[in-house]
């Protein structure tokens, strides 16, 4: 077998894969630490410090004075591609036909198979080697969501993409290899499933009743406010109806938009501020736990959807999905949102 | 809020939740191991061994001398109700309206959630207290397979009930609380996502085949032989095509089956002893990782369908989910499934 990273797809349920062999030489300092919380072993120098640049491929963003040198020190802020990455842009030109730069092969109609193009890529949040994101100041935390704006809008010029998946792992437990605080961007051929099931799912609610279903549980859980965390001018912080983990939540935009490459500078600022406090009660409840985060936005290169609506979802990994979950995909969740959001309420600073 | 259990589904994708709050009162004796293997801490006694009959719910099912006692020593195999259920038979008398046992109460249109009706039983697969599921005899381990079939046709004939889920949890990392070597029953009125995409997946396949994907898949795979594990008279154990984890694999039968109930005794032994030299390999190749396995079958009451066909699938807990996965369904594998196989094949006895 090659070790070239390819996406396969479940025959029975379309579920993706990617399969990317490199993955397995990437550094871990994370590794034997106590993995439902965040505690960092020993390994120096980080590559993600001021003065590593030269132990991570070269940067394709950075928020950098501008008479500092690209991949030298100075920065605030460095995106750079992934040293092991899981998708790589240059099997392009390994794919055995011209014609499609998402070229894939059927295998008897069952083993759909395409090579692992797309960029992977790693945002270095700031220049300290802080492992948690409560510890960046505002702007240091604003410029991650403005980062993320800036990456979307860059790769949805590479048309051979479809889709950009946002997402940060913080702690050993919600898979992070390195302490130093960082975000990851992998953008594909595909659209990841669910988003799909994301899309399906809004596209059916607003068919039935001509309005966002994002809109809906907006309107519907600032009325309510059962499941209210937390509001500013423009965004909602909600304890999810139907979680996958305990104390699950979800920010998204008041008004309706469904591409996060829409937010304003200000609206960075904002949402930052709100993401900073609420994740400061969940450490508060939760002692620091682990936990995932993912940014759910519209395909690249779409234009404006009336039905879908960016948000970011929030997964503590406090709870530890078992067979139920991994065979049957049924969440069982011994803190009800409820409970969730008076506690999250409760020590919001 | 009640602290009654209750389903919910996610309005946007439809996944299921099931909040149970009494589950935070259930004992772990596995909490502090070291995740990813098996080891298990100290308590004394275990509630699962010969003696402590009267820390369980009484037996729905049990192996055992004619002339013994039920509730009582001298048993092989028992099933008990779970003592901190997710699901509980008894709220269907709770529910608000007598027309229907799983009755849903929809909230304008969209936050869909129902009373957690259910039974939620334990599978306690052998007197002695053993951790390991390798460690169990042939025909111990065969009865655990009879015992799931005695199971799953008594369930069926509670009309409430839409599905059983059946499944085994090995080792903290994967979700068990007790080390005692034991497997679950869930049985809902919802059908689990998973088993509706498989269920859509297979008839999709056979509307445009006429045939079943799993026959093609293994018709396929022994063809091939890339991903073929092990296999005896009547089953397969392939390494899954596109997993969501390292070294998922799959057990099928041959022939045709939709209902695993369909199951004979002496299948069930062969099962067995082919399921213990494939997991003693996996022992030998991960140093005894943790792992869930489910067994997936056609619903309850369900005649013999022509697209689907029972299985079971082993998730081994080595590689640890994080963001793409869990905010995207798109999973990175770093060891190819070819790999896998080979790997297995080599350690098999």
Redesign the interface.
Same mark, same amino acid.
């Given at each position: 077998?090659s070790i070239e990273p390819e996406f396969?797809?479940?025959?029975?349920?379309?579920?993706?894969?990617?399969?990317?062999?490199?993955?397995?030489h990437r550094p871990k300092t994370l590794e034997g630490a106590e993995?439902r919380h965040r505690r960092e072993g020993e390994r120096k120098p980080c590559p993600f410090c001021p003065g590593q640049e030269y132990d991570t491929p070269d940067e394709v963003l950075a928020y950098r004075p501008f008479d500092s040198s690209p991949n030298g020190p100075g920065w605030q802020l460095r995106v750079v591609p992934n040293k092991f990455p899981?998708v790589r842009p240059d099997l392009v030109t390994l794919s055995s036909t011209a014609d499609s730069t998402a070229d894939t092969t059927t295998d008897?109609?069952?083993?759909l198979a395409s090579p692992g193009l797309g960029r992977a890529e790693v945002l270095i949040e700031c220049p300290e080697h802080l492992p948690d994101p409560t510890h960046l100041s505002d702007s240091q935390f604003s410029a991650v969501f403005s980062a993320y704006r800036d990456r979307l809008i860059a790769l949805a010029d590479e048309v051979q993409l479809a889709y950009a998946?946002v997402?940060?792992?913080v702690g050993?437990?919600?898979?992070?290899s390195l302490g130093h605080t960082h975000s990851?961007i992998?953008a594909?051929p595909?659209v990841?499933? =669910? *988003?799909e099931?994301?899309l399906a799912?809004?596209a059916a609610?607003f068919s039935?009743?001509n309005r966002c279903?994002?809109c809906?549980?907006a309107h519907?859980e600032m009325t309510d406010r059962d499941r209210l965390i937390a509001q500013s001018e423009n965004f909602l912080v909600l304890s999810?109806?139907?979680?996958?983990f305990e104390r699950e939540f979800w920010l998204l935009p008041k008004r309706h938009v469904s591409r996060y490459e829409a937010i304003s500078s200000a609206e960075c600022l904002e949402l930052a501020r709100l993401m900073k406090r609420v994740l400061s009660s969940l450490d508060i409840i939760m002692d620091k736990p682990a936990y995932?985060?993912?940014?759910?936005t519209a395909p690249l290169r779409s234009t404006e959807m009336p039905h879908y609506h960016w948000h970011i979802?929030v997964?503590p990994r406090i709870s530890?999905?078992?067979?139920?979950?991994?065979?049957?995909?049924?969440? =069982? *969740?011994?803190?009800?949102?409820?409970?969730s959001a008076r506690e999250f309420r409760e020590h919001l600073s």
């Open positions: 077998m396969r797809q479940d025959p029975v349920c379309g579920r993706w894969a990617i399969i990317a062999p490199e993955r397995s993995p899981a008897k109609n069952m083993f998946s997402f940060k792992n050993a437990e919600a898979g992070a990851q992998i594909t595909i990841p499933g =669910i *988003i099931s994301e799912g809004s609610h039935r009743t279903i994002f809906d549980i519907r999810a109806f139907a979680p996958r995932n985060w993912s940014l759910h979802e997964m530890r999905p078992a067979g139920l979950e991994w065979g049957f995909g049924c969440y =069982i *969740i011994a803190v009800s949102p409820e409970q």
